[in-house]
């Protein structure tokens, strides 16, 4: 992944799990806790496509399974985020823009149903029964309601600052600029003159040189 790309993901990252530890959890909602980090893993797939939806989805699922508080295998929910951002990142578009909501909304909801049910079952294959208190029909339909309402208010803004990011306008503007002052630094060190002032003086000299020799052409007939 490109330099950009990690810093910005790492960044969102740390800001979802803060907030959906801190805030998040502590609404004591029915069911399952909106899961901000699910989202921003969704929205970064969407823009960076299959292997960097993988990778941030393994990495985001990483920090969260060794946050506090948490209270299940490492490398649990790590398995569970790789596999959904590999997913979401195979309906990226190819110009990284969609055009409409309904693509996203749909995606939503899949990897919400999705992730409630790898979790449960890897949870199965290690022995936690923790999602038989709620029972796995109210965790499926909470967990797609909760991240349904959340979704357009963090989807679409993670993607655009994903898509600036991956643009970076100032950046390429500024290397063109620096690229321009040094080519042109470079012939102007190897003539000693100006590019510009060079073809304005060529084009001086010829027409001087135009008019003398008229002068000398006109001097001589009237002799």
Request: net charge positive; hydrophobic share 55%; with cysteine.
């Amino acid at each position: 992944m490109r330099v950009n790309r990690i810093l910005l993901s790492t960044a969102l990252v740390v800001v979802a799990l803060v907030v959906q530890v801190s805030v998040l959890a502590r609404l004591h909602l029915p069911g399952a806790v909106p899961d901000l980090l699910l989202l921003t893993v969704l929205a970064l797939a969407m823009v960076y496509g299959h292997v960097g939806g993988a990778l941030v989805g393994f990495g985001a699922g990483l920090l969260a399974d060794l946050a506090p508080p948490a209270d299940h295998a490492a490398g649990r929910y790590a398995l569970v985020l790789c596999v959904i951002g590999y997913v979401a990142g195979l309906v990226k578009p190819e110009n990284g823009r969609l055009k409409s909501a309904t693509g996203p909304m749909l995606v939503v909801v899949g990897a919400a149903v999705g992730s409630t049910l790898l979790y449960a079952g890897v949870g199965a294959l290690v022995g936690d029964t923790a999602a038989r208190h709620v029972g796995l029909p109210g965790l499926l339909f909470s967990a797609a309601l909760y991240d349904l309402l959340l979704a357009p208010f963090v989807v679409p803004a993670v993607m655009a600052l994903a898509r600036r990011a991956e643009n970076d306008p100032l950046a390429e503007t500024t290397s063109a600029a620096k690229a321009t002052d040094i080519s042109s630094g470079w012939l102007a060190s190897g003539t000693g003159l100006r590019i510009g002032g060079q073809r304005g003086g060529l084009r001086m000299r010829a027409s001087r040189a135009r008019t003398a020799r008229a002068g000398r052409i006109k001097g001589v007939k009237r002799l």
